[in-house]
């Protein structure tokens, strides 16, 4: 992809100073405007127990980036335990998550492409797992099916036959996993998820997700916003039970036994809670300066529309660069986005068109 030395200028044309920049869901005011249901979204709404904070009082997290355990001449080396971690989403109260490293999200991890990046994963949960680097060019042996998973410590492999690499998981014992991922594709933004068979909705549900970013020389030329103004953004849903919990409708909470959900939840699971990088209708201050974003949709049912208000008095609210496969040929402008489960949409956005102390805060598109 190319972006024209007029259009990239015209982009770059800002200043610096401070705007105030809320992400929230439809009836909550923000960034992003959440449908319930009725547009779009697949699935039945499950309303918390817990007390839900005020829209745009907790900062945005970002992600950690994960740094690797080692290199060599070819290849990058990490290591990833997965376990059970405690984290205070909602104030005041602590929520058990699944997570990699014991985070939600999990760490985010950044490539070079052409260079093999190697992550070693290691269950430390109750139940199986699986890896799969969603939109990843990957070997079939590395790619994360649902079956070949990797067990728990001291865990037994369910009974889904034998498959591939993993025919011998009746033995006890500890299980790691080093998945190998060549990278020869072009730049883009990748998640990584669980992907067991029959749990991979409560699983993700429970934490299991990250983004995974590949780099490149031709994405480098482009002189996109980096650093501080390259941010990735998770959007879900989220419902909690009265003590701060992840409430999902499994029919085996314990995720070890009966696989599905309560009957009113079989086309998805919508939560009234909408977590952006982890935290509820989160807030950012950012500069009147061009920022990246790297949009990912991991809810379980529900779709969203993306909008900005007030738009900016001049072009378009997003300038699209790069979808799930990666960089766009040419930038698309947009001034709403709908994004489905799964999907990742790469945008720019110019905020030197607001004046400073402005906050942006949604519409719902017609």
């Known amino acids: 992809m190319k972006l024209s030395r007029k259009e990239f200028l015209r982009l770059s044309l800002a200043g610096g100073a401070g705007l105030f920049l809320p992400f929230g869901a439809s009836g909550c005011g923000g960034l992003f405007s959440g449908n319930n249901g009725a547009q779009g979204s697949a699935g039945a709404l499950l309303k918390s127990a817990a007390k839900l904070p005020e829209p745009f009082t907790i900062p945005l997290p970002i992600p950690p980036v994960l740094e690797p355990v080692h290199t060599d001449a070819s290849a990058d080396y990490y290591a990833i335990t997965q376990k059970v971690g405690r984290a205070e989403i ?9 997570g990699y490293n014991g985070i939600f999200p999990g ?18 949960l109750p139940v199986p797992t699986v890896v799969h680097l969603h939109g990843g060019k990957t070997p079939p042996e590395h ?36 998945y190998k991922y060549p990278l020869d594709q072009p730049a883009a933004t990748l ?43 998770m959007i879900c849903d989220r419902s909690f039970t009265e003590d701060g919990s992840f ?30 990088n982890g935290a509820p209708w989160p807030v950012l201050e ?31 609210s997003f300038v699209q660069v790069g979808s799930d496969g990666g960089l766009l040929a040419k930038p698309m402008k947009h001034d709403k986005i709908e994004v489905a489960q799964a999907e990742r949409f790469d945008v720019i956005v110019d905020f030197s068109s607001y004046p400073v102390g402005t906050e942006v805060i949604p519409s719902t598109p017609v």
């Open 247 to 276: 409430n999902y409708p499994s029919l085996d909470p314990s995720l070890k036994g009966e696989p599905g959900v309560e009957p009113e939840y079989m086309s998805g699971v919508l939560g009234d809670c909408i977590l952006v």
């Open 191 to 233: 998640w990584y998820h669980d992907h067991r068979m029959d749990f991979t909705g409560p699983q993700v549900y429970k934490g299991l997700a990250g983004f995974h970013l590949i780099q490149d020389d031709e994405e480098e030329v482009l002189g996109l916003p980096s650093g501080e103004r390259d941010i990735p953004l």
């Open 143 to 178: 790619d994360g099916y649902p079956t070949d998973v990797v067990m728990p410590i001291g865990g037994r492999k369910p009974g889904h036959g034998n498959h591939g690499r993993h025919a011998e998981l009746d033995v006890i014992g500890e299980r790691t996993f080093d």
């Open 107 to 124: 760490p985010t991890i950044e490539s070079r492409r052409g260079r093999q990046t190697v992550i070693r994963h290691r269950n430390e």
């Open 286 to 316: 950012v500069t009147n300066t061009l920022y990246r974003f790297r949009l990912l949709n991991a809810s379980n049912a529900r779709r969203y529309q993306l909008a900005l208000d007030p738009p900016p008095r001049e072009g378009a």
């Open 90 to 98: 909602l104030p005041g109260l602590k929520t058990e998550v699944w």
